[in-house]
């Protein structure tokens, strides 16, 4: 029997203790995403992405920073940097793995 138990900063995200090391669930590797448009607004979110889909994240981020109405041209300023890996939830692994990625909006961010 395992155990489990969430992350209180990334609610999307539940960490598994197995003993059995195959029920794993897929490791969430989370890239901390800062936008400034060139109007001044502000934007904060994470992308949560997948082994496989590491080296996407910051076409990830554009994708939806487009998704909420903000193109290239609106950026002034992006960064999108690996923080660390968590275990992710079913909620999160059936995104990332329809998708590519999961997205945790914060500041200035559409509600998700």
Not at 10 to 21: A, D, E, F
Not at 61 to 81: M, P, T, V
Request: aromatic share 12%.
């Amino acid at each position: 029997m395992g155990h489990e138990w969430s992350c209180s900063f990334y609610p999307h995200l539940t960490m598994r203790c197995h003993h059995n090391i195959g029920k794993f669930i897929m490791k969430a590797h989370i890239f901390d995403t800062h936008v400034k448009t060139a109007n001044g607004n502000y934007y904060h979110f994470d992308v949560l992405v997948s082994d496989a889909s590491k080296t996407q994240a910051n076409e990830f981020a554009l994708r939806y920073l487009d998704s909420i109405g903000i193109n290239d041209a609106d950026i002034k300023q992006q960064a999108c940097d690996f923080c660390h890996s968590e275990m992710a939830n079913p909620v999160v692994k059936q995104q990332i793995e329809a998708t590519g990625y999961y997205i945790i909006p914060m500041q200035g961010c559409p509600a998700g």
